[in-house]
């Protein structure tokens, strides 16, 4: 016989962990994860003012920093102030789960989902354990959905790859957001976000149109981490210290992060949140901090439509709260989507214009909070006209054209 619930979300990510947690309050719900373990290779930093959207959440976060650092391969860099949080992925994961499993929910691990099918008043979800029926089914499956891309509702322009590692780190680092240490046509990232007790997640983001590309992110991992200034302050966690556990692997952090644009907020008896929802136009320094200020208020219009039994995809539609007003979004895809096709030389004159801007613009552009009326706009086209700078004119005119 088939297991019934309410709600069965697909994928134990960041994004299908909040959901779960607000839902199974007053439905029973399932999740459902491919992996043996719920993942924790990837990690967050947001803006502390995110978690005024989940101050119970304040347990998780390991620290707070005052400045992140973008440094170019010539040095140039520049130091952007704020506050902000630095979550503790393993506690995290763990705090929601036991949330879901505290509220009824089960957490089907090892499961993969493989397809689906209506049935009258229920989707029936298969999966490599079992066949599931749900009213709703919820995708937080990432870049990778299979919903999303066989119903080829999603235009992908790029991808953001991020490789490495949770390492020892013996000196005090501030958050290092994008270091573009080498000189390449095709640059790749180091990030380094410290965590107390002398570790640091640390990875290597590579910007790729497509997955098929080649990439050497490894061998730039390595390089970066064993032959720069940075050999000296991260080290590799020795064997031995986490018992019975493949160091390398169990301290592996990365992933891939999206740069598109989803077509369709929703399908009948299917909603989409997280990375598969592309909640953020890419960005691996953003998305959590969209998730976090709206999965409070996606959850009660969930709720909602459920109570009413609405759960069409023109009743589902209006659950997808704006993450981001058009102004932001359209910015951001098109930043990110011209990063894609940057040089080395290109990163450092990114690096120029945000010294020439003001600190809280810039804080402003990378989180996605830019308002229109605040003009930063004119000061940045005048600074482009005078140094015949035009990385972010495309961007900035994007994002206006979006106002109007
Ligand atoms: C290394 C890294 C660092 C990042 N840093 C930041 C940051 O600092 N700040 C920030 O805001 N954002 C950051 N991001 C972006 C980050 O991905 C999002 O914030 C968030 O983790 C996305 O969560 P998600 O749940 O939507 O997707 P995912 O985390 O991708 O979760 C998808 C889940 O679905 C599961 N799944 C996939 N297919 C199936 C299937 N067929 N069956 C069952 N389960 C399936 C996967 O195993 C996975 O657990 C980072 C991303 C990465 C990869």
Request: charged share 20%.
């Amino acid at each position: 016989m088939q297991k019934s619930f309410d709600v069965v979300i697909l994928g134990a990510g960041i994004s299908g962990l909040l959901l779960a947690s607000e839902l199974s309050k007053n439905n029973s719900v399932l999740v459902i994860e491919q992996r043996v373990e719920i993942p924790t290779s990837s990690y967050w930093l947001t803006p502390s003012s995110s978690l005024k959207f989940a101050p119970h959440l304040r347990q998780c976060i390991d620290g707070f920093h005052e400045n992140m650092e973008f440094i170019a391969f010539d040095d140039s860099e520049f130091s952007l102030k704020g506050e902000y949080a630095v979550w503790n992925t393993e506690k995290t994961v763990k705090v929601l789960s036991d949330v879901v499993k505290n509220n009824g929910g089960v957490i089907s691990l090892d499961d993969s989902f493989f397809s689906l099918k209506y049935t009258t008043n229920r989707i029936c979800i298969k999966t490599s354990q079992a066949d599931y029926l749900a009213r709703l089914s919820i995708d937080c499956m990432g870049y990778s959905s299979p919903i999303v891309h066989a119903k080829g509702i999603v235009k992908i322009y790029g991808y953001y790859i991020l490789h490495g590692m949770l390492m020892e780190m013996s000196k005090v680092l501030n958050p290092v957001g994008l270091h573009n240490v080498m000189l390449q046509r095709e640059p790749s990232f180091l990030e380094v976000f410290p965590l107390n007790r002398d570790r640091a997640y640390v990875t290597v983001i590579k910007p790729l149109s497509s997955l098929t590309e080649k990439s050497n992110i490894q061998r730039d991992f390595k390089f970066i981490t064993r032959d720069t200034r940075y050999k000296d302050v991260l080290k590799v966690i020795p064997a031995g210290s986490e018992k019975g556990r493949n160091v390398e692997s169990s301290h592996f952090v990365g992933g891939v992060v999206p740069v598109g644009r989803l077509q369709k907020t929703a399908l009948d008896r299917i909603f989409f949140y997280g990375l598969s929802a592309q909640v953020n136009p890419a960005a691996s320094a953003t998305a959590l901090t969209r998730i976090l200020e709206n999965y409070v208020g996606v959850a009660a219009r969930i709720q909602h439509q459920l109570d009413c039994n609405k759960l069409q995809s023109h009743d589902l539609k209006p659950c997808l709260l704006a993450h981001l007003n058009g102004f932001n979004r359209s910015f951001q895809l098109s930043l990110f989507k011209d990063i894609l096709h940057w040089n080395s030389d290109d990163f450092r004159l990114l690096i120029e214009w945000m010294n020439e801007l003001d600190g809280q613009i810039v804080h402003d552009m990378i989180f996605s909070q830019l308002r229109v009326r605040d003009l930063p706009i004119l000061k940045s086209l005048k600074f482009a006209l005078y140094r015949r700078n035009f990385l972010l004119l495309k961007p900035v005119l994007t994002g206006l054209l979006k106002q109007f």
